[in-house]
């Protein structure tokens, strides 16, 4: 088991390059299964996840060659309409292989996905908007079975946003028979991206990146080339390194445009942020202040940025709020951040940030993606030396982020050991 070290204390400075969006390539690479062929996808980033989904492809029907955050797929005609629980259960994402699955081959079976422990994230959506398709759906010994004889356009409205079911039922309405309407659908650029990419294999998608979007499904579709949007996660984790060290960082390959309520965010606390093209450049020359800050579906601001701007908010004198209204588990964090002197409160879905504290290094432990971002962001920024383990995590989400800050001057570095967790 890997861990970071990392020493605090150091100003960040320079430029770093953002990878492509791992959020955004999940959904585009269970879309592969859509169309037999070769495909080239560039500005794949080189994580995990990303080579959980690969090893899923290559166990349901296809070839693929990742070199050089590029990614060569050939997609066979022969599938194998199972996604099993040895590769489901490590990432929640494996669920979009259901949609295309009961596209092309007419029944999948999916393992219940893992992934984050971010509380109750049921998969009800997915299903029951499958089944307005004319999905016939049973569930048993861990397993979703479902089987189509013919999937049929419909009117879906989620009660909720949902990224994962808008996703799954825009790739299996691009092959049903007349017209799908989904009604509050998920607005984030990744969908909008996943939109495109079908649109590109000769699909009718409309709307998307709005709350209703249209599809009027076609025969076939065909294999293509396309380059993933960059990472506006990662885009914000980088930023936020480069505020909690009073630092002047300049992030390039991002779109400025998907960060619009993270960048506002950054100037409320007092930051001076300059856009130029496709870079974002951040850093400090007056005084900082508390905010509040509430998540909610894009283009509110992103849960996944919030344990980042609590470490951030920890270092700025005066009480901020965070409300969290997307996962209820997704505190989890909270506890290792006070092992730094963090002075944060928690009720309910609310935490209260008692900021300006100084922190100091000690040994702590992510309980997932962007709490270990938020565990390294807020070493940078204490006293002495941290270490943290479980970074597993942190690679699901993050390529070689280590080495990235330490190329802008951090002093960190991955060490090996020997200790279970």
């Known amino acids: ?33 859509l169309a037999d062929g070769e495909y080239h996808i560039k500005n794949i980033p080189n994580l995990s996840d990303i080579r959980t989904m690969i090893k899923l492809l290559r166990t349901i029907s296809t070839e693929a060659e990742f070199t050089d955050h590029e990614l060569r797929i050939i997609t066979k005609k022969e599938k194998n309409h199972e996604a099993p629980y040895e590769l489901v259960k490590t990432m929640r994402a494996s ?34 908007a499958l089944h307005k398709l004319n999905v016939t759906i049973q569930i048993k010994h861990g397993y979703i079975y479902a089987k189509t004889k013919g999937l049929q356009g419909a009117q879906i409205y989620f009660e909720n946003k949902t990224v994962g079911a808008t996703a799954n039922v825009m790739m299996a309405a691009v092959l049903a028979e007349g017209t799908t309407v989904i009604q509050n659908a998920a607005c984030e650029p990744e969908i909008s991206s996943l939109g495109d990419f ?36 990662e885009v914000g984790t980088l930023l936020v390194a480069g505020a909690i060290t009073n630092g002047k960082i300049t992030v390039t390959n991002c779109m400025p445009e998907h960060s619009g309520i993270v960048l506002n965010k950054l100037r409320d606390i007092g930051y001076t942020i300059e856009i130029e093209g496709h870079s974002i450049t951040i850093y400090n020359k007056g005084k900082r202040k508390p905010i509040e800050i509430s998540t909610n579906p894009y283009p509110a601001f ?10 951030l908010l920890s270092t700025i004198e005066g009480k901020s709020i965070i409300n969290e209204n997307i996962f209820s588990d997704r505190f989890m964090y909270i506890s290792e951040l006070q092992r730094l002197g963090a002075d944060i409160k928690l009720s309910g879905s609310r935490i209260s940030i008692n900021g300006g504290n100084k922190l ?62």
């Open 1 to 33: 088991m890997d861990e970071i070290l990392v020493r605090g204390g150091r100003t960040l400075s320079g430029t770093i390059t953002a990878n492509g969006s791992k959020n955004a390539g999940l959904p585009i690479l269970a879309a592969t299964l």
């Open 95 to 128: 669920i979009y292989a259901l949609g295309p699955l009961l596209a092309r081959c007419g029944e999948a079976k999916v393992s219940f996905p893992g992934g984050c422990a971010l509380g109750a994230r049921p998969i009800d959506y997915h299903l029951e």
């Open 198 to 233: 079908l649109n590109k294999m000769g699909a009718h998608v409309e709307g998307h990146g709005t709350e209703s979007i249209t599809v009027q499904g076609v025969k076939e579709l065909h294999p293509v080339y396309y380059s993933l949007i960059p990472d506006r996660i």
């Open 302 to 311: 992103p849960t996944d940025l919030q344990p980042l701007f609590a470490a």
């Open 360 to 421: 100091s290094g000690a040994p702590v432990m992510a309980p997932d993606i962007r709490a270990a971002a938020a565990l390294v962001t807020a070493a940078l920024a204490s006293e002495g030396e941290t270490r943290i383990s479980r970074v597993y995590h942190l690679d699901r989400g993050y390529e070689h982020l280590e080495n990235k800050l330490a190329s802008l001057g951090a002093d960190i570095e991955r060490i090996e050991t020997d200790a279970l967790y």
